[in-house]
T-cell receptor, first 113, second 113 residues
Framework: KQEVTQIPAALSVPEGENLVLNCSFTDSAIYNLQWFRQDPGKGLTSLLLIQSSQREQTSGRLNASLDKSSGRSTLYIAASQPGDSATYLCAVLSTNTGNQFYFGTGTSLTVIP | EAQVTQNPRYLITVTGKKLTVTCSQNMNHEYMSWYRQDPGLGLRQIYYSMNVEVTDKGDVPEGYKVSRKEKRNFPLILESPSPNQTSLYFC????????????FGPGTRLTVT
Protein backbone atom coordinates (compact mmCIF):
# COMPACT_ATOMS: atom_id res chain seq x y z
CA LYS A 1 0.00 0.00 0.00
CA GLN A 2 1.23 3.48 -0.85
CA GLU A 3 2.29 5.66 2.08
CA VAL A 4 2.88 9.38 1.76
CA THR A 5 4.84 11.27 4.40
CA GLN A 6 5.36 14.99 4.84
CA ILE A 7 8.10 16.36 7.04
CA PRO A 8 8.10 18.58 8.99
CA ALA A 9 4.56 18.55 10.31
CA ALA A 10 4.85 22.23 11.20
CA LEU A 11 7.18 25.02 10.17
CA SER A 12 7.49 28.63 11.27
CA VAL A 13 9.63 31.09 9.31
CA PRO A 14 10.14 34.87 9.18
CA GLU A 15 8.70 36.75 6.23
CA GLY A 16 10.96 36.88 3.18
CA GLU A 17 12.67 33.56 3.80
CA ASN A 18 12.89 30.91 1.09
CA LEU A 19 11.67 27.52 2.27
CA VAL A 20 11.33 23.89 1.19
CA LEU A 21 8.55 21.48 2.05
CA ASN A 22 9.14 17.77 1.65
CA CYS A 23 6.93 14.91 0.49
CA SER A 24 7.99 11.28 0.24
CA PHE A 25 6.14 8.22 -1.03
CA THR A 26 6.92 4.52 -0.75
CA ASP A 27 5.77 3.19 -4.15
CA SER A 28 7.26 4.81 -7.25
CA ALA A 29 4.43 3.54 -9.50
CA ILE A 30 2.62 6.85 -9.64
CA TYR A 31 0.81 8.70 -12.43
CA ASN A 32 1.21 12.15 -10.92
CA LEU A 33 1.97 14.15 -7.79
CA GLN A 34 -0.07 17.18 -6.83
CA TRP A 35 0.57 19.90 -4.24
CA PHE A 36 -2.35 21.62 -2.53
CA ARG A 37 -2.87 24.44 -0.11
CA GLN A 38 -5.56 24.29 2.59
CA ASP A 39 -6.57 27.21 4.79
CA PRO A 40 -8.14 26.44 8.20
CA GLY A 41 -11.65 25.03 7.82
CA LYS A 42 -11.53 25.45 4.05
CA GLY A 43 -11.25 23.29 0.98
CA LEU A 44 -8.18 22.37 -1.02
CA THR A 45 -6.67 24.63 -3.64
CA SER A 46 -4.45 23.03 -6.26
CA LEU A 47 -1.00 24.61 -6.52
CA LEU A 48 1.00 22.43 -8.89
CA LEU A 49 0.66 19.10 -10.67
CA ILE A 50 3.71 17.12 -11.80
CA GLN A 51 3.18 14.25 -14.19
CA SER A 52 5.28 11.16 -13.53
CA SER A 53 7.39 11.86 -16.63
CA GLN A 54 8.24 15.40 -15.50
CA ARG A 55 10.95 16.59 -13.12
CA GLU A 56 9.52 19.93 -12.03
CA GLN A 57 6.78 22.51 -12.40
CA THR A 58 6.79 26.21 -11.61
CA SER A 59 4.07 28.73 -10.85
CA GLY A 60 5.05 32.19 -9.68
CA ARG A 61 7.03 31.89 -6.43
CA LEU A 62 6.39 28.14 -6.26
CA ASN A 63 8.53 25.40 -7.72
CA ALA A 64 7.83 21.71 -7.25
CA SER A 65 10.26 18.94 -8.14
CA LEU A 66 9.76 15.22 -8.46
CA ASP A 67 12.30 12.40 -8.16
CA LYS A 68 10.14 9.37 -8.80
CA SER A 69 12.87 6.79 -8.44
CA SER A 70 13.72 7.94 -4.93
CA GLY A 71 10.11 8.59 -3.98
CA ARG A 72 10.52 12.28 -3.17
CA SER A 73 9.07 15.65 -4.07
CA THR A 74 9.85 19.10 -2.78
CA LEU A 75 7.85 22.32 -2.88
CA TYR A 76 10.03 25.40 -2.89
CA ILE A 77 8.45 28.70 -1.85
CA ALA A 78 10.49 31.79 -2.61
CA ALA A 79 10.32 35.03 -0.61
CA SER A 80 7.63 33.79 1.77
CA GLN A 81 4.78 36.11 2.77
CA PRO A 82 2.31 36.03 5.69
CA GLY A 83 -0.41 35.15 3.16
CA ASP A 84 1.43 31.89 2.48
CA SER A 85 0.48 30.68 5.97
CA ALA A 86 -1.61 27.54 5.46
CA THR A 87 -1.32 23.76 5.46
CA TYR A 88 0.37 22.30 2.40
CA LEU A 89 -0.59 18.82 1.27
CA CYS A 90 0.87 16.51 -1.34
CA ALA A 91 -0.99 13.67 -3.03
CA VAL A 92 -0.05 10.92 -5.46
CA LEU A 93 -2.16 8.92 -7.89
CA SER A 94 -0.87 5.43 -7.33
CA THR A 95 -1.17 3.05 -10.28
CA ASN A 96 -0.27 -0.16 -8.43
CA THR A 97 -3.37 0.00 -6.25
CA GLY A 98 -6.11 0.49 -8.82
CA ASN A 99 -5.67 4.21 -9.49
CA GLN A 100 -6.17 5.44 -5.94
CA PHE A 101 -5.11 8.78 -4.58
CA TYR A 102 -3.03 8.96 -1.40
CA PHE A 103 -2.41 12.08 0.65
CA GLY A 104 0.26 13.07 3.11
CA THR A 105 -0.84 14.55 6.45
CA GLY A 106 0.48 17.96 5.51
CA THR A 107 2.92 20.62 6.67
CA SER A 108 1.43 23.54 8.60
CA LEU A 109 3.31 26.68 7.59
CA THR A 110 3.33 29.94 9.54
CA VAL A 111 5.07 32.96 8.04
CA ILE A 112 5.79 35.56 10.71
CA PRO A 113 5.58 39.22 9.62
CA GLU B 1 -17.66 28.53 -13.81
CA ALA B 2 -15.98 25.14 -13.52
CA GLN B 3 -16.67 23.75 -10.10
CA VAL B 4 -17.45 20.88 -7.78
CA THR B 5 -20.43 21.46 -5.51
CA GLN B 6 -21.41 19.60 -2.36
CA ASN B 7 -24.58 19.73 -0.30
CA PRO B 8 -25.18 20.19 2.50
CA ARG B 9 -22.14 22.11 3.74
CA TYR B 10 -22.95 21.40 7.37
CA LEU B 11 -25.00 18.58 8.84
CA ILE B 12 -25.74 17.48 12.39
CA THR B 13 -27.60 14.21 12.68
CA VAL B 14 -28.24 11.35 15.09
CA THR B 15 -26.90 7.83 15.08
CA GLY B 16 -28.71 5.54 12.67
CA LYS B 17 -30.54 8.16 10.60
CA LYS B 18 -29.76 7.59 6.93
CA LEU B 19 -28.29 10.53 5.08
CA THR B 20 -26.98 11.44 1.64
CA VAL B 21 -24.35 14.01 0.78
CA THR B 22 -24.57 15.10 -2.84
CA CYS B 23 -21.64 15.93 -5.13
CA SER B 24 -21.88 17.37 -8.61
CA GLN B 25 -19.28 18.59 -11.11
CA ASN B 26 -19.76 20.54 -14.34
CA MET B 27 -16.40 19.74 -15.99
CA ASN B 28 -17.34 16.45 -17.66
CA HIS B 29 -14.76 14.64 -15.52
CA GLU B 30 -14.83 10.89 -15.55
CA TYR B 31 -13.01 10.32 -12.23
CA MET B 32 -14.73 11.27 -8.99
CA SER B 33 -13.79 10.58 -5.36
CA TRP B 34 -14.98 10.97 -1.82
CA TYR B 35 -12.56 11.67 1.03
CA ARG B 36 -12.81 12.15 4.73
CA GLN B 37 -10.38 14.37 6.61
CA ASP B 38 -9.63 13.76 10.27
CA PRO B 39 -7.04 15.48 12.51
CA GLY B 40 -3.74 13.66 12.42
CA LEU B 41 -4.91 11.22 9.73
CA GLY B 42 -5.08 13.53 6.73
CA LEU B 43 -7.36 12.88 3.78
CA ARG B 44 -8.32 9.29 3.15
CA GLN B 45 -10.13 8.09 0.06
CA ILE B 46 -13.47 6.45 0.85
CA TYR B 47 -14.71 5.48 -2.62
CA TYR B 48 -13.85 6.47 -6.15
CA SER B 49 -15.39 6.09 -9.58
CA MET B 50 -13.47 5.91 -12.84
CA ASN B 51 -16.64 6.39 -14.88
CA VAL B 52 -20.41 5.92 -14.94
CA GLU B 53 -21.53 2.68 -13.27
CA VAL B 54 -17.96 1.94 -12.11
CA THR B 55 -17.13 2.36 -8.42
CA ASP B 56 -14.27 1.07 -6.29
CA LYS B 57 -13.44 1.02 -2.61
CA GLY B 58 -10.76 3.30 -1.28
CA ASP B 59 -8.98 2.89 2.02
CA VAL B 60 -11.93 3.50 4.37
CA PRO B 61 -15.16 2.32 2.68
CA GLU B 62 -16.84 0.70 5.72
CA GLY B 63 -20.17 2.30 6.56
CA TYR B 64 -20.47 4.18 3.26
CA LYS B 65 -22.15 3.58 -0.09
CA VAL B 66 -21.88 5.41 -3.38
CA SER B 67 -23.48 5.29 -6.79
CA ARG B 68 -22.56 6.74 -10.19
CA LYS B 69 -25.61 6.75 -12.41
CA GLU B 70 -24.68 9.95 -14.20
CA LYS B 71 -21.27 11.34 -15.06
CA ARG B 72 -21.77 14.61 -13.18
CA ASN B 73 -23.11 13.24 -9.87
CA PHE B 74 -21.52 11.05 -7.21
CA PRO B 75 -23.60 10.93 -4.00
CA LEU B 76 -22.23 9.57 -0.72
CA ILE B 77 -24.71 7.59 1.34
CA LEU B 78 -24.45 6.77 5.03
CA GLU B 79 -27.10 4.11 5.66
CA SER B 80 -26.70 4.07 9.44
CA PRO B 81 -24.35 6.82 10.58
CA SER B 82 -22.31 6.36 13.74
CA PRO B 83 -20.34 8.90 15.82
CA ASN B 84 -17.03 7.67 14.35
CA GLN B 85 -18.21 9.00 10.99
CA THR B 86 -18.10 12.55 12.34
CA SER B 87 -15.64 14.18 9.99
CA LEU B 88 -15.02 16.70 7.21
CA TYR B 89 -15.93 15.19 3.84
CA PHE B 90 -14.63 16.28 0.46
CA CYS B 91 -15.68 15.36 -3.03
CA UNK B 92 -13.21 15.72 -5.90
CA UNK B 93 -13.16 15.19 -9.65
CA UNK B 94 -10.50 14.86 -12.34
CA UNK B 95 -9.97 13.57 -15.86
CA UNK B 96 -7.32 12.02 -18.05
CA UNK B 97 -7.10 15.07 -20.36
CA UNK B 98 -5.69 17.08 -17.47
CA UNK B 99 -3.60 14.18 -16.15
CA UNK B 100 -6.03 13.58 -13.28
CA UNK B 101 -5.44 16.96 -11.65
CA UNK B 102 -7.99 16.94 -8.83
CA UNK B 103 -10.54 19.68 -8.23
CA PHE B 104 -12.18 19.72 -4.82
CA GLY B 105 -15.57 20.71 -3.53
CA PRO B 106 -15.89 23.04 -0.52
CA GLY B 107 -16.40 20.24 1.99
CA THR B 108 -19.24 18.97 4.17
CA ARG B 109 -18.80 19.02 7.93
CA LEU B 110 -20.79 16.12 9.38
CA THR B 111 -21.47 15.61 13.07
CA VAL B 112 -23.16 12.40 14.23
CA THR B 113 -24.41 12.43 17.83
Amino acid sequence: KQEVTQIPAALSVPEGENLVLNCSFTDSAIYNLQWFRQDPGKGLTSLLLIQSSQREQTSGRLNASLDKSSGRSTLYIAASQPGDSATYLCAVLSTNTGNQFYFGTGTSLTVIP
Amino acid sequence: EAQVTQNPRYLITVTGKKLTVTCSQNMNHEYMSWYRQDPGLGLRQIYYSMNVEVTDKGDVPEGYKVSRKEKRNFPLILESPSPNQTSLYFCASSNAERFYEQYFGPGTRLTVT
